[in-house]
């Protein structure tokens, strides 16, 4: 079963910072990995899905990047700005399911 | 595209009433998830449909619950009867080729029991 957790919980920065999100799963037979951001109240808007064969994806200040043998993956966001303030959340896609971890609440303050 | 749509937005019942919520997918797309987000256990899929056959509903928590896919523009979540822990959002979700591409989400129903 796929196991998904996201580090840290939270993460509070000053608008401007650089900033790395981190997610790590269980099960390496992994078919693609997406990260979603989640605004209070809202669904989930997909932000950059990496496939199993691919290293990372960009879409303008976002970056991912995806390492099944260590089970990792990473959102970097750069130059951070007050409307990046939301939950960021990774799922993971083994079997055709899709599994979330608990999410990253990041507040970027001005 | 209006994207996924779901109704009602929010919704308030007793204990014990029938609750049933509706989700439209995206047109075209051929893989359509339930899913439900609580504090406690964050997002987790019920069950989940590629050309309107259910393929996994594991995440069912119970007899309770019933999802069906009549057609390729419509499905309903039923639950029946409801419980105050059945209290949560809950968000449907469709994508191409049986989920193996980005999942869009709708904007989700907040059920309260009371």
């Known amino acids: 079963k796929q196991e998904v957790t996201q580090i840290p919980a939270a993460l509070s920065v000053p608008e401007g910072e650089n900033l790395v999100l981190n997610c790590s799963f269980t099960?390496?037979?992994?078919?693609?990995l997406q990260w979603f951001r989640q605004d209070p109240g809202k669904g989930l808007t997909s932000l950059l899905l990496i496939q199993s064969s691919q290293r990372e994806q960009t879409s303008g200040r976002l970056n991912a990047s995806l390492d099944k043998s260590s089970g990792r993956s990473t959102l970097y966001i750069a130059a951070s700005q007050p409307g990046d303030s939301a939950t960021y959340l990774c799922?993971?896609?083994?079997?055709?399911?899709?599994?979330f971890g608990q999410g990253t609440i990041l507040t970027v303050h001005p | 595209d209006a994207g996924v749509i779901q109704s009602p937005r929010h919704e308030v019942t007793e204990m014990g009433q029938e609750v049933t919520l509706r989700c439209k997918p995206i047109?075209?797309?051929?893989?359509l998830f339930w899913y439900r987000q609580t504090m406690m256990r964050g997002l987790e899929l019920l069950i989940y449909?590629?050309?309107?056959?259910?393929?996994?509903d594991s995440g069912m928590p119970e007899d309770r619950f019933s999802a069906k896919m009549p057609n390729a523009s419509f499905s309903t979540l039923k639950i029946q009867p409801s419980e105050p822990r059945d209290s949560a959002v809950y968000f449907c979700?469709?994508?191409?080729?049986?989920?193996?591409?980005?999942?869009?989400f709708g904007p989700g129903t907040r059920l309260l029991v009371l």
């Open positions: 979700a469709s994508s191409l080729n049986q989920g193996l591409e980005t999942q869009y």
């Open positions: 047109s075209g797309h051929n893989s």
């Open positions: 099960d390496s037979a992994i078919y693609n």
């Open positions: 799922g993971g896609t083994s079997y055709g399911k899709l599994t």
């Open positions: 449909f590629n050309n309107n056959v259910p393929i996994d």
